[in-house]
């Protein structure tokens, strides 16, 4: 959302970074993300978080360059997956909310990669035990209220990355001392 975020990124140099599209107190407007990502460094993959947005908003901000990669979190369809990577091919994380009474062992054909959050933006953990029984058979991102307190538990069930957001941040902000440090432990590999 600010320069100092950028700043503490490029310092602590994670895989990836999001910028946040769907309406919260969080959200961006696209000249902002643009004007943030070029001072992104390169070797940071810049994702766009949507819910339900029009195919078009997405494919554009991929066509500038203002993101890489689309991060999921409505009620996206494996059509509107489709119809998307006609449009402009851009690889795709789909978000699953495990709290949902529905919820089973997710699947997407079309995405590249599964997340698994407690709920949008609600930065709770949900129950890790269920873990133990899923079988995904992609990529999978782990969300929801990863922090300082449980970053190892959570890399113990061995996702292929970890999705940070309110864990690293303090009064809603950004924290640098966070970030380093959450970010030092997962390229470590440092955990229980």
């Known amino acids: 959302m600010r320069q100092d975020d950028i700043d503490y990124l490029n310092e602590a140099c994670p895989d990836y970074a999001g910028f946040v599209f769907a309406k919260s107190k969080k959200q961006i407007s696209h000249e902002l993300a643009k004007q943030l990502r070029t001072k992104l460094a390169r070797k940071i993959i810049p994702v766009g978080v949507f819910v339900n947005a029009p195919i078009e908003e997405i494919a554009t901000l991929y066509r500038e360059g203002t993101i890489s990669i689309a991060q999921l979190h409505g009620n996206e369809t494996e059509d509107y997956i489709e119809q998307l990577k006609k449009e402009c091919d851009i690889p795709v994380i789909k978000v699953f909310i495990t709290n949902n009474p529905l919820f089973s062992t997710p699947c997407s054909l079309l995405s590249d990669y599964i997340l ?59 924290d640098r001392e966070k970030v380093l440090e959450l970010t030092k432990i997962v390229k470590r590999k440092d955990y229980i």
């Open 116 to 174: 698994l959050d407690a709920g949008a933006g609600s930065g709770k953990v949900f129950d890790w035990n269920i873990l133990k029984t899923l079988r995904i058979e992609k990529p999978w991102f782990l969300a929801g209220g990863i922090n300082l307190d449980n970053i190892r538990r959570a890399m113990s069930y061995n996702p292929y990355c970890i999705d940070l957001s309110s864990g690293a941040e303090t009064d809603g902000y950004k």
